[in-house]
């Protein structure tokens, strides 16, 4: 399935955080994404893409785990294992597949990712 980025969107802000994967959409906050963000998003588009729907039964279940280990709200989220692998992935720089799918979802990159790409591809 194809993701698709929205900006701007209400979402993100009523749960205090910068973006939401709700597959195939990504909602960002703002009007924009610096690559670490997309990255961190395409991270759970993956584990999406992985286990299904089942990843939002999951990722509800650890937190509620987390919590009831007496962690509270934040903590419980920081330490989901989900939020975990995506905090490592987005480390590593975008891949030329991943720009094609940010580019087809109507994410307009800033031009010194598209220049690194250039670069990385000679
Ligand atoms: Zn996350």
Redesign the pocket.
């Known amino acids: 399935m194809i993701i698709r980025a929205k900006f701007n969107h209400w979402y993100p802000r009523v749960f205090k955080v910068s973006a939401i994967t709700l597959y195939p959409y990504m909602l960002f906050r703002d009007e924009s994404a610096d690559p670490t963000l997309l990255k961190?998003?395409l991270c759970?588009v993956n584990q999406v893409r992985k286990l299904g729907y089942k990843f939002y039964l999951l990722y509800v279940y650890e937190l509620l785990k987390n919590m009831s280990k007496g962690q509270k709200f934040w903590v419980a989220y920081f330490n989901i294992s989900?939020?975990i692998e995506?905090r490592e992935y987005e480390k590593s720089p975008l891949t030329r597949d991943e720009i094609m799918d940010l580019t087809l979802a109507g994410v307009t990159l800033p031009s010194e990712v598209e220049k690194s790409i250039a670069s990385r591809n000679t």
């Open positions: 961190h998003e759970h989900f939020e995506a």
